[in-house]
């Protein structure tokens, strides 16, 4: 059994930042590409940032710049640091990792519950 717990959203202004963090636990083995996805109402989910378990990383063009995703691989736990934020990335922000789990072959993944995100004007 594996578990995603978010934190770290909320609301902010315009130009304000929110950190949020995404910790996994249970039977994992070993944990590889960790993410971060949104969903505004009324749009598909959508990719905002990425990060492999080296350390290399992935980010939207709508946030490159402005948000930065990192890991602690010793807490299973994935990071988005957003600063100078705009009313469009009001979302519920999911968590994404892909993991191996004890006991199973081929890596599976694994959706947060979500937190939400909304920035005011």
């Known amino acids: 059994q594996v578990h995603l717990v978010e934190s770290g959203g909320g609301l902010v202004q315009a130009g304000g930042s929110l950190r949020l963090s995404c910790a996994a636990s249970g039977s994992i083995n070993r944990v590889n590409a960790m993410g971060w996805y949104r969903q505004a109402p009324g749009k598909q989910r959508e990719l905002v940032a990425t990060?492999?378990?080296?350390?290399?990383?992935n980010y939207a063009d709508s946030v490159k710049g402005r948000f930065t995703i990192s890991r602690d691989n010793a807490k299973n736990a994935a990071y988005l640091q957003m600063n100078s934020l705009k009313p469009e990335d009001t979302a519920v922000y999911y968590c994404n990792v892909d993991l191996f789990v004890l006991g199973k072959l081929g890596p599976q993944g694994y959706w947060g519950q979500g937190t939400q995100v909304t920035v005011s004007s």
């Open positions: 990060i492999t378990s080296g350390g290399s990383t």
